[in-house]
Nanobody, 126 residues
Framework: QVQLVESGGGLVQAGGSLRLSCAAS????????MAWFRQAPGKEREFVCG????????VYADSVKGRFTISRDNAKNTVYLQMNSLRPEDTAVYHC???????????????????WGQGTQVTVSS
């Protein structure tokens, strides 16, 4: 399994931007589909976006489409989440996750992901 560590969270005003990073250990990062999930207090973990091994296919939740961008740098073993036009409802703990199965596109099912980071808090004030 790959080990994941997120960074880049913080407090931002509505309309602002943040860039999250997820650094992976190990030499097999490029064999994993990667995703970002988020979990707000009292709510279930929610799929935000995902990206395939080579970065050729990305999938977004409707709630973030057009505002968030996922990308990856396999040479740096890192996946990124650029978040623009942030809203108070984006407030949550954001987790990155790794899926080692062979899939044509990232799955939205949390149970399919075998490795998770500890999460980074994103708070958007109104």
């Amino acid at each position: 399994q790959v080990q994941l560590v997120e960074s880049g969270g913080g407090l931002v005003q509505a309309g602002g931007s943040l860039r999250l990073s997820c650094a992976a250990s190990g030499r097999t990062f490029s064999t994993y589909n990667m995703a970002w999930f988020r979990q707000a207090p009292g709510k279930e973990r929610e799929f935000v976006c995902g990206i395939t091994r080579g970065g050729g296919t990305v999938v977004y939740a409707d709630s973030v489409k057009g505002r968030f961008t996922i990308s990856r740098d396999n040479a740096k073993n890192t996946v990124y989440l650029q978040m623009n036009s942030l809203r108070p409802e984006d407030t949550a703990v954001y987790h990155c996750a790794a899926d080692g199965a062979i899939r044509a596109q990232p799955t939205r099912r949390p149970g399919a992901y075998e490795s998770w980071g500890q999460g980074t808090q994103v708070t958007v004030s109104s």
